[in-house]
């Protein structure tokens, strides 16, 4: 019952996180036709809009079954239950000041975590950068699997769930759940990018994800009491 709380949970956070989505991505999936003939534009998009989420939601999947794995290595040596219970209060004091941040109350709060992840991106970016705009839905896949690292305080705090997982396939599907609750968003981002992202950088909306993303947050706390 837990897990299928937690699968739930991460698919909520990735639904309703997609003002911070928006800012984070939304240049990204308006780039992804630009190499593309207006005449064919249309018909390819779908493909390489598929393409490319897919490849983002691999990754993710990836970056959960590397993080679980530290909390499978960490059982061997009996303090797994422990390190767990850390990682769950880490994601979500990730996601309280993710909230925060959304909400316009504390700016730097997830702007500081994300910086923890630079270093990494900062590696991956320059080939990153080579497959946008798109011109194959081979080329999308891989442009998926290599922006889907770019630093995201919403990918981290899934990824401290991931991190107390009880096994590495279910630390798989918690960023598996959390991927695909991305998708309604960013899908619909690649069709309408201008006009949405300006919609959802409403400050009502933000303030209204925020508080979500906060609550989000007390009840991982309130799970370990």
């Known amino acids: 019952m837990f897990s299928e709380s937690l699968y739930l949970t991460t698919f909520l956070i990735g639904l309703f996180g997609g003002t911070h989505c928006a800012g984070m991505c939304g240049g990204i999936m308006s780039g992804l036709t630009l190499g593309v003939s207006a005449e064919n534009r249309r018909k390819k998009f779908l493909p390489y809009l598929l393409s490319y ?62 910086k923890v992840g630079s270093f990494f991106w900062k590696i991956i970016e320059p080939y990153a950068k080579k497959y946008v705009p798109i011109r194959s839905t081979g080329q999308a896949l891989i442009a998926g699997l290599l922006w889907g690292w770019l630093p995201c305080g919403l990918v981290y705090s899934t990824l401290f769930l991931a991190m ?62």
Do not use: C, H
């Open 164 to 225: 107390s997982a009880k096994s590495i396939s279910q630390g798989v599907l918690i960023m598996l759940s959390f991927g695909i609750g991305t998708l309604p968003v960013l899908m619909t981002i690649g069709y309408f990018s201008d006009s949405l992202i300006k919609q959802l950088q409403k400050k009502w909306l933000r303030i209204s994800t925020g508080l979500m993303i906060i609550g989000f947050g007390i009840f991982q706390f309130k799970l370990l009491l």
């Open 53 to 114: 989420n897919s490849g983002r939601i691999i990754s993710y999947s990836i970056a959960g079954a590397m993080a679980a794995s530290l909390g499978a290595v960490s059982a061997n040596y009996g303090f797994g239950i422990e390190l767990r219970k850390i990682f769950t209060l880490l994601a979500a004091t990730v996601m309280i000041f993710l909230g925060l941040y959304l909400t316009g109350w504390w700016i730097s709060a997830i702007l500081k975590i994300e």
